[in-house]
């Protein structure tokens, strides 16, 4: 069933991101608009929502991600498998990602992902970019405060895959860290 609207036109910055029948974008003045299907919150947008710099989502998903000037990162949307909200602090952000079912964030101190996704089973497949030679302790985290070693990676190729079998736990962050004897 299709719907009509009066669409009125803005200047938009260079970042916009599509969802599953809906599109975000981010305004000049570092706003946000949303526009299309709501059925779980895609386009109710978090009130106050400023100073932000990209946005993420993804063909298939109900959620998007939107990363602010100071590293923060907001969501809204869809959530039924807790790939938000990030935790109050969870900062440092550079850059954001989202998948169908859960969201990615690269932070300062770590090295660049490459890409990532949840298989149905739950498990977590992902491969980062690190320095030659250097050796990466995968950590993995609920609440980004107590952060668990899952392995140690050496990287041979600049390019370093990881999986994760024990993944299918409702809210779980990932980083890896240069190991520091």
Known sequence: MWTSLTVAFVRIGSVIAAGSQYSVAVKSDGTV???????????????????????????????????QR???VVGWGWADFGQMPFPANFGNAL??????????AVVRDTPAFGESRVDADGSFHASFYGDLGWDYIFQTSTNLSDWNDLATLTCTNSRMPFLDSTAPVSKRFYRARVKQD
Do not use: F, Q, R, Y
């Not at 850059?95 to 990615?104: N, P, T």
């Open 70 to 72: 100071d590293g923060s």
């Open 33 to 67: 608009v949303a526009w299309g299907d709501d059925t779980d919150g895609e386009i109710d947008l978090p009130a106050g929502l400023s100073n932000v710099v990209a946005v993420a989502s993804w063909c298939d998903s109900e959620h998007t991600l939107a990363l």
């Open 95 to 104: 850059s954001i990602a989202v998948g169908a079912d859960h969201s990615v």
